[in-house]
T-cell receptor, first 111, second 110 residues
């Protein structure tokens, strides 16, 4: 069964710093991988989607990479801002419309 | 404009009551889901429907019963609510372009 792990569970950085969030999965037979952001008391907002044939996707200050062979994805956030503070979750999709979520990384950007 | 909507946003009720949460998506997606997020923020799949047919039914108490009247709707009915049912319940839908979530329903059982 697919297992998705996110390390660290919590991260605190000063404003302006570049940072990397990690996502690991045990079975490389994935359809795609998606990164989400969840603000306290809110739903999940999709940030980036990487298809299994892709290596990376970029949106503004965010860059997500995918290495299927090693079962890893990273979310790079450039020039972090206090508004980036949230919990970030990754999810892998396997066949049959099944998604497996990581436990999330809680990010705090200190002004 | 809302892609995936849920009602109600908050639900506070007594133990033993029966309640329903409604979900609608206007994205034209074929697959809809119900997830439960516990106090530790872990998202656990409960059910998945594809074109109104149940395709995923994880181990949840049979007090939980999903109903999909059409592709755009997936409702969740809960009988005999228990304290441990308190959580945030998220509806989601998906197609090739990934998964989209509703805003969540915070259920509190007293």
């Amino acid at each position: 069964k697919q297992e998705v792990t996110q390390i660290p569970a919590a991260l605190s950085v000063p404003e302006g710093e570049n940072l990397v969030l990690n996502c690991s999965f045990t079975d490389s037979a994935i359809y795609n991988l998606q990164w989400f952001r969840q603000d306290p008391g809110k739903g999940l907002t999709s940030l980036l989607l990487i298809q299994s044939s892709q290596r990376e996707q970029t949106s503004g200050r965010l860059n997500a990479s995918l290495d299927k062979s090693s079962g890893r994805s990273t979310l790079y956030i450039a020039a972090s801002q206090p508004g980036d503070s949230a919990t970030y979750l990754c999810a892998v999709r396997i066949t049959g419309n099944q998604f497996y979520f990581g436990t999330g990384t809680s990010l705090t950007v200190i002004p | 404009d809302t892609a995936v909507s849920q009602t109600p946003k908050y639900l506070v009720t007594q133990m033993g009551n029966d309640k329903s949460i409604k979900c609608e998506q206007n994205l034209g997606h074929d697959t809809m889901y119900w997830y439960k997020q516990d106090s530790k923020k872990f998202l656990k799949i409960m059910f998945s429907y594809n074109n109104k047919e149940l395709i995923i039914n994880e181990t949840v108490p049979n007090r939980f019963s999903p109903k999909s009247p059409d592709k755009a709707h997936l409702n969740l009915h809960i009988n005999s609510l228990e304290l441990g049912d308190s959580a945030v319940y998220f509806c989601a839908s998906s197609r090739d372009k990934g998964m989209f979530f509703g805003p969540g329903t915070r259920l509190t059982v007293l």
